[in-house]
């Protein structure tokens, strides 16, 4: 990645070398700092100096990396990604025409899906012509409580819920996809693909003795990983009189205008969204997936949130049972120790973390609760430091922070890995996701469908504790193989 880097950096300055110290290191004139500082920032400045260091410490020089291999390969990636920026552009005009299309529609429309995937710049509206939204208006303004005497006529409900989501359709999706507490410290891919697998690693070497004949040394030595997405969908059935109270509370909290806080966006917002994020958070670390049953009537039954997809955690425990690929595994078969043995062990376990990975910032992904443990032991070893980054908690004299995954709460478990073999993938095309709503009676029903997953792209840049008991809760059925029987 630097090579790429580097090469950008000399093609932006206009120069083919660097200039040299006296120890023939590249150095950055001061011209050349103020020309990249105003295009890339100080950041950028500092970081690449950084990194030009490391690159030639062990005595190459920075000019070596112009090699034709990487113009092949940053010509190659060059013409792919402007396929897909062509590709993106064109849904881009065909989306915005929609939306135009759309936004000529009269306001009482009954719309009750758009695949879109830019908002409308005649923000939402609701239509108050429409019974429903004239009561709300009117009880928000008088301040009076609904008596449940009138009931909501559910067909307008989703005539209004269709206009709604057809102007805020992607705005409403990155509420409900919003990241997770765990996806925060992930990399996103975006795929079509239902399964990405690791291509490519980092070179181990290349530096050798000179001789007259072709001996190419740099053997990359990985083990990719399989990473699936799965598609997700929710059903949510709401009696609209039920929760028209709780509407207008809600109203009233925010201070916003009735006539700008449609029941639909307090159903998406307040009802759905919440629920949906701590759904997926254990599912994303704890799920296993299982393919939907069918009942004895023919029908499929309702599978429970923790079946919708493989988490990282099971995912962890079933590396950890088959014990066939080169993950680094901490403590194996033991049990993490209590008070200073604890911040001994924490201390022992990033020692492990191999050599490549220590000047990278690493997150040590973990359970809540151990975090905790891990800061009172440290506190009563220590009890004169303060703590001076506030509520992180690193690890002395090393670039490793403690993170709390709440998908790994009560688990016991931690990982080391860097953010970017943490992998979240997901659909690209917005039009594959969907947001309806259908109407019987009293009743709403809310459909959604989108497609996620997650997992670890290498194997051997992963260094893991998982207590055994949650290996035996997680896997149990998983085949167990290796020397010592894990």
Known sequence: MFQKVLKLTLGFLGITA????????????????????????????????NDLAEFEKDGATAESALTAELDAEMLAQYQADKKLLDELQAKVKQLEADNEKMAKSPA????????????????????????INKKYFAAAS??????GNETVDTEELRTEFGRYVSSEKMQIFLTLLNPTNSMQYMSTIITDKFQVKATQANITSVLQSFTPQWTPKGKSKFT?????????????????????????????????????????????????????????????SRGRYEEPAVGEDGKYKAGETLTVCNGYLTQLCDLYKDNTKPVNWLFKGKALGVG?????????????VSPKYKNKHLTIHADPDLILKYSRAYRDKYPNTKNEDGQ????????????????????????????????HIMSRDPKNQKLRMATQDYEAKIYGEWREGCGFWIAEAIFAYLPEALVNEISPAAEVTGEDGL
Do not use: C, H
């Not at 009482?108 to 019974?131: F, H, I, R, T």
């Not at 008088?142 to 008596?147: Q, R, S, T, V």
């Open 108 to 131: 009482g429309g009954n719309v009750q899906e758009v695949n879109g995937g830019v908002m409308n710049q005649n923000a939402y509206k609701p239509d108050m012509n429409l019974s």
């Open 18 to 49: 660097f200039a040299k110290d006296a120890k023939g290191k590249s150095v950055l004139l001061s011209e050349q700092k103020k020309k990249l500082t105003d295009k890339w920032g100080e950041r950028f400045v500092e970081s690449f100096e």
């Open 224 to 284: 990719p990983l399989t990473i699936e997405q799965y598609p997700m969908k929710i059903n949510v059935s709401i009696y609209p009189s039920d929760i028209i109270n709780d509407v207008l509370g809600y109203l009233y909290d925010e201070k916003l205008d009735p006539k700008d806080m449609p029941i639909v966006r307090y159903i998406v917002e307040q009802l759905v969204r919440p629920k949906l994020e701590e759904d997926r958070e254990q599912a994303i």
């Open 392 to 423: 992180k908690v690193k690890v002395d004299y090393t670039n490793f922070t403690f993170a709390g995954l709440e998908g790994m709460r009560g688990s016991g478990a931690f990982f080391i890995t860097p953010k970017e073999n943490f992998k």
């Open 340 to 352: 200073a043995q604890l911040v001994a062990d924490i201390e022992s376990a990033v020692d492990e």
């Open 142 to 147: 008088a301040g009076y409580e609904y008596n």
